[in-house]
Structure formats: structure tokens, C-alpha cells
T-cell receptor, first 110, second 116 residues
Framework: DAKTTQPPSMDCAEGRAANLPCNHSTISGNEYVYWYRQIHSQGPQYIIHGLKNNETNEMASLIITEDRKSSTLILPHATLRDTAVYYCIVIKAAGNKLTFGGGTRVLVKP | DARVTQTPRHKVTEMGQEVTMRCQPILGHNTVFWYRQTMMQGLELLAYFRNRAPLDDSGMPKDRFSAEMPDATLATLKIQPSEPRDSAVYFC??????????????FGPGTRLLVL
């Protein structure tokens, strides 16, 4: 599975959009981009995933560049409860092994 | 609201003792994963099962760890004998088990293990 690179930490103001970048320049054509997050003392939680097209659900939006070498997770209106470590993971189609890197520690401030 | 459950939530034991952690996957899910999380190593996949059969346990120390699924509603992870370096949070996750496709995994709350 392709390796991902994320900034180690970022702060965000409550109520503002949080844009979390992820670089996956070695991604191959059959690999999906998944985002999970882990709130302190809890298990990881699925957020969203995509292959080529941008995706949106009730939690977030995922923007994947046309060359698929990078993506951005957007939390449209960050709340204090969005404070967590966010993991960007690239995984093959027909694959299930999640490899968690260091993630981005997001702190939402009032 | 279907959830993965894990027991115990916390376990303190002495070095050399056997530890058994249990996981109940979401009903209808037939893929089960065991992960370990430490400050030093982060989240690591230990093993995973599909339809109760082990597919990959390459991440698991074989000499002391064992993972089984006695039935579709129960997965167990055992450590015997336990060592202080096994202290970690152990997460179980389950997925719908759609063969041939990647799938979303749903994580339990974890078992916090401390081996003294």
C-alpha cells in the first residue's frame, strides 16, 4: 500500500473549516484513500473514503487531486469534539489491512 | 446502534500471567481485526480473520500471542505468558467481510492492558 505523509499537528478555530492535507504521491490506480480519526481514549472512527471523485458525507468532505497524489479532508464547521488525531490511509481495492501512520493531531480551539 | 464490544476494558496483571481479551463483532460482520496501540509504535495490525479463519497474523508475536474465533460472535486474543512490553491498548475492529473489496472497519473501545 502507498505511503502517506501528513503534517504532525494543526490548530483550528471552532466554527471554521478545518482542511487536513495528505500526500500520497506513490498511490496506484487501484488504491483508495481512507480517513479515520481517533478521539482521545477511544477507538479509531471511520470518516470517509474515495477513489478518484470528491466525496461528501455528514461528517466531512474529501477532495482528491486530479493526479491523485494528494487529498484534503475538510471538516466544514469544526467543533471542540472534532479534536482528535486524523489518519489518512491508502489501501488497495480488495485489501483490508489498515496501516496507520502518525496522523495529524488536530486541536480545535474556542 | 450496532457497536463492537470489548471486554475487559481495563486489565492489570503481573508478568507471567495469562491474559485473555474478548471481542464481540457487529452482528453480521464476518471480518475481525486485532490492533495494538502504544505510544512508541502507534497503531499496529496484529491479526485478522474472515469467516472465522485467520487470514493474516504476521503482525503478532507467535511465541506468546494467539488469536481465535470460537464462533461468529466472539473473537479472543490471548497472551501467555504476558510481559511488561505487552502493555498497550488492544483494539478489535469488525467489517462486513465483502470479499474482494476494501471495506470500512468499525472499532471497539479497546482493552487497556498493563503488565507489571
Amino acid at each position: 500500500d502507498a505511503k502517506t505523509t501528513q503534517p504532525p499537528s494543526m490548530d483550528c478555530a471552532e466554527g471554521r473549516a478545518a482542511n487536513l492535507p495528505c500526500n500520497h504521491s506513490t498511490i496506484s490506480g487501484n488504491e483508495y484513500v481512507y480517513w479515520y480519526r481517533q478521539i482521545h481514549s477511544q477507538g479509531p472512527q471511520y470518516i470517509i473514503h474515495g477513489l478518484k471523485n470528491n466525496e461528501t458525507n455528514e461528517m466531512a468532505s474529501l477532495i482528491i487531486t486530479e493526479d491523485r497524489k494528494s487529498s484534503t479532508l475538510i471538516l466544514p464547521h469544526a467543533t471542540l469534539r472534532d479534536t482528535a488525531v486524523y489518519y489518512c490511509i491508502v489501501i488497495k481495492a480488495a485489501g483490508n489491512k489498515l496501516t496507520f501512520g502518525g496522523g495529524t493531531r488536530v486541536l480545535v480551539k474556542p | 446502534d450496532a457497536r463492537v464490544t470489548q471486554t475487559p476494558r481495563h486489565k492489570v496483571t503481573e508478568m507471567g500471567q495469562e491474559v485473555t481479551m474478548r471481542c464481540q463483532p457487529i452482528l453480521g460482520h464476518n471480518t475481525v481485526f486485532w490492533y495494538r496501540q502504544t505510544m512508541m509504535q502507534g497503531l499496529e495490525l496484529l491479526a485478522y480473520f474472515r469467516n472465522r479463519a485467520p487470514l493474516d497474523d504476521s503482525g503478532m508475536p507467535k511465541d506468546r500471542f494467539s488469536a481465535e474465533m470460537p464462533d461468529a460472535t466472539l473473537a479472543t486474543l490471548k497472551i501467555q505468558p504476558s510481559e511488561p512490553r505487552d502493555s498497550a491498548v488492544y483494539f478489535c475492529a469488525s467489517g462486513p467481510g465483502l470479499a474482494g473489496v476494501t471495506e470500512t472497519q468499525y472499532f471497539g473501545p479497546g482493552t487497556r492492558l498493563l503488565v507489571l
